[in-house]
């Protein structure tokens, strides 16, 4: 439960950051996401090319056809957002510092949200790894 200090400092807070004031700000960041490509859906991508050869993958270790799509759709998206953290990441920021810290925490975040997708059909149908 939050504190009735710590509720009046999130007020005040947020007074303060409610975004964009200009026309010129507003219109800025509304174009924020679609700067990365991210938001596009993975059919109307380049990533389309991989669906279907990593949905017949999928079907082969014993999901079902929905099931095999849902995770295919789930690890390109992943794999996009990883490439695009990676291209985004690597090298330095305007003040010279070295951008690999924000990567690293920008991409757990991403592997997080995969596992968290796709936990509920691994939960439905398990896949059994032989181990060699």
Known sequence: MTSTKRYAANLRNAQ????PKTEHGKR???LNATRHGLITPIENSSWALLLEPLEILLESEGFVQPEARTL??????????LQYQRQYYTGFSRDGQHKLPDATRHLKRAAN???????GLISLNPVTCAVS
Request: charged fraction near 25%.
């Open 72 to 81: 295919a759709l789930c690890i390109l998206n992943y794999e996009r957002n």
């Open 28 to 30: 800025r960041s509304s």
């Open 113 to 119: 949200q995969l596992i968290k997708q796709c936990k």
């Open 16 to 19: 303060r950051s409610s975004g």
